[in-house]
C-alpha cells in the first residue's frame, strides 16, 4: 500500500537559516513526487514534483527537493528562510500503476519562519 | 493561471439537513477531486471524477456523493449531514498527462455542522 510520512509535525528555523521539511514515501514502482504549500486561510499551491530524471527538482518561492530512491525520501529544502515561508506543507506520491488518479498526501509540516 | 472556484467559504448546517458543495474549475481539466482535510490526518480522497458523468469512489466516501454533469464543474453532496462531517473541503483539478500532473485546488470551503 502507498504511505507518505512526514515525521516533523513542526519545523522551526531562524529567518535567513536553511530549511528542511522531511518526507518518506512507500509505493511500488517509481512515484510520482510532490510538495504543496497552505498559506493560512488559501488553498494548497503546487510547489514542485519529481516525475523522472534529475534528483534534485526546482520549484517555486526558491524551494528545491531531492529524491533519493535508496532512502524513499523526497525533502523540501531551501537555502536561506523568509518569514513570509511560515506555512503547512505537505508532501504527496503517486504510484504510476494506479490510473493516475490516487494521490496520497502527508499529515503536512508546519513551518514557523522567525525573525 | 489555473483557477478553481468554491461556492462558499464557510457554511454551517444543522444535523440531517442536505448539503451541497459546488467548485468549478476554469482551466478544461479532465480530473477533479474532492478532499476533506483534518488537523494531523492531511487531506483525504472522498470522491474524483475523471469525465463528465464519471466518478469513482475515494477513500472515505461514505455519507457523500457527487455529480459531474459538466466538465468544468463538480458538486459534493452530503445526503444528510452529520457532526463528524464538519471539516474543511477542498476541490481540486488536474489535466491528464500520465500520472505526472499536479493539481490547482480550490480556496476550500469549511463546513460545521450543528
Known amino acids: 500500500a502507498q504511505s507518505v510520512a512526514q515525521p516533523e509535525d513542526q519545523v522551526n528555523v531562524a529567518e535567513g537559516n536553511p530549511l528542511t521539511v522531511k518526507c518518506t514515501y512507500s509505493?511500488?514502482?517509481?512515484?510520482?513526487l510532490f510538495w504543496y504549500v497552505q498559506y493560512p486561510n488559501r488553498g494548497l499551491q503546487f510547489l514542485l514534483k519529481?516525475?523522472?530524471?534529475?534528483?534534485l527538482v526546482k520549484g517555486s518561492y526558491g524551494f528545491e527537493a531531492e529524491f533519493n530512491k535508496s532512502q524513499t525520501s523526497f525533502h523540501l529544502k531551501k537555502p536561506s528562510a523568509l518569514v513570509s515561508d511560515s506555512a503547512l506543507y505537505f508532501c504527496?506520491?503517486?504510484?504510476?500503476?494506479?490510473?493516475?488518479?490516487?494521490?496520497?498526501f502527508g499529515a503536512g509540516t508546519r513551518l514557523f519562519v522567525k525573525a | 493561471d489555473v483557477k478553481v472556484t468554491q461556492s462558499s467559504r464557510y457554511l454551517v448546517k444543522r444535523t440531517g439537513e442536505k448539503v451541497f458543495l459546488e467548485c468549478v474549475q476554469d482551466?478544461?481539466?479532465?480530473?477533479m477531486f474532492w478532499y476533506r482535510q483534518d488537523p494531523g490526518l492531511g487531506l483525504r480522497l472522498i470522491y474524483f471524477?475523471?469525465?463528465?458523468?464519471m466518478k469513482e469512489k475515494g477513500d472515505i466516501p461514505e455519507g457523500y456523493s457527487v455529480s459531474r454533469e459538466k466538465k468544468e464543474r463538480f458538486s459534493l453532496i452530503l445526503e444528510s449531514a452529520s457532526t463528524n462531517q464538519t471539516s474543511m473541503y477542498l476541490c481540486?483539478?488536474?489535466?491528464?498527462w500520465g500520472g505526472g500532473y499536479e493539481q490547482y485546488f480550490g480556496p476550500g470551503t469549511r463546513l460545521t455542522v450543528t
Open positions: 481540486a483539478s488536474g489535466a491528464v
Open positions: 509505493v511500488s514502482g517509481n512515484p510520482y
Open positions: 519529481y516525475i523522472t530524471g534529475d534528483n
Open positions: 504527496a506520491v503517486r504510484a504510476p500503476n494506479t490510473g493516475g488518479f490516487k494521490t496520497i
Open positions: 482551466m478544461d481539466h479532465e480530473n
Open positions: 471524477s475523471y469525465d463528465v458523468k
